[in-house]
């Protein structure tokens, strides 16, 4: 079965430090999301993805983050000044339409 | 605005029975529901998937159902097993321009040998 992959499985950083984490999507998909779940919370969305451009955020997607999709294969959620609320286990995910999304297995994101 | 709610928060049960995972929606306008589900700091794994016109889907000992227009959907597992342990979360992707995913905080299901 095609995967949705992510890069890197665990990122340390301290406060103010830019993150950039790494996702690629399965190769035929046109939607892309990021999600994130702090941990012992519901998992959250924060922004959707469609033909280049966001088709929707959501209140936590403030100007602190942006997402890329650099080439053909990778999608990009930055975060550029990190807080310690932004530890979270982010998960991409895609899907061709309004079916079944995949999701990556996620990345842990620990600020110090 | 949507809101998942899934009962009970945490479950322990001996191993061979069969049990059920309750899963409820306040708004039934949905184009599916999704079962998934999440191993201690791992990620999400996708069980089944149940379109708004359908009324149950199975997979192997699973078994999930909906009931749209109550905004209920249940997930049934039989005969479980000590590897069945995990939290299972139900996450409702509603219908209109909104394409996201709207998430219960899940049921922490062990399951004793």
């Known amino acids: 079965e095609p995967e949705v992959t992510q890069t890197p499985s665990h990122q340390v950083t301290q406060m103010g430090q830019e993150v950039i984490l790494r996702c690629v999507p399965i190769?035929?998909?046109?939607?892309f999301y990021w999600y994130r779940q702090i941990l012992g919370q519901k998992v959250e969305f924060l922004v959707s993805?469609?033909?280049?451009?966001?088709?929707?955020k959501s209140e936590i997607f403030d100007d602190q983050f942006s997402v890329e999709r650099p080439d053909g294969s990778n999608f990009t959620l930055k975060i550029r000044s990190t807080k310690l609320e932004d530890s979270a286990m982010y998960f991409c995910?895609?899907?061709?339409?309004?079916?079944?999304?995949?999701f990556g297995p996620g990345t842990r994101l620990t600020v110090t | 605005k949507q809101e998942v709610t899934q009962i009970p928060a945490a479950l322990s049960v001996p191993e061979g029975e069969n049990l059920v995972l309750n899963c409820s929606f306040t708004?039934?306008?949905?184009?599916?529901l999704q079962w998934f589900r999440q191993d201690p700091g791992k990620g999400l794994t996708s069980l089944l998937l149940?379109?708004?016109s359908q009324r149950e889907q199975t997979s192997g000992r699973l078994n999930a159902s909906l009931d749209k227009s109550s905004g209920r959907s249940t997930l049934y597992i039989a005969a479980s097993q000590p590897g069945d342990s995990a939290t299972y979360l139900c996450?409702?992707?509603?219908?209109?321009?909104?394409?996201?995913?709207?998430w219960g905080l899940g049921t922490s299901l062990a399951v004793n040998p």
């Open positions: 995910a895609s899907t061709g339409g309004p079916a079944r999304k995949y």
């Open positions: 190769s035929n998909h046109l939607y």
């Open positions: 993805f469609y033909n280049n451009e966001i088709s929707e």
């Open positions: 708004d039934s306008a949905i184009y599916n």
């Open positions: 149940i379109q708004s």
């Open positions: 996450a409702v992707y509603n219908a209109g321009n909104n394409r996201k995913l709207i």
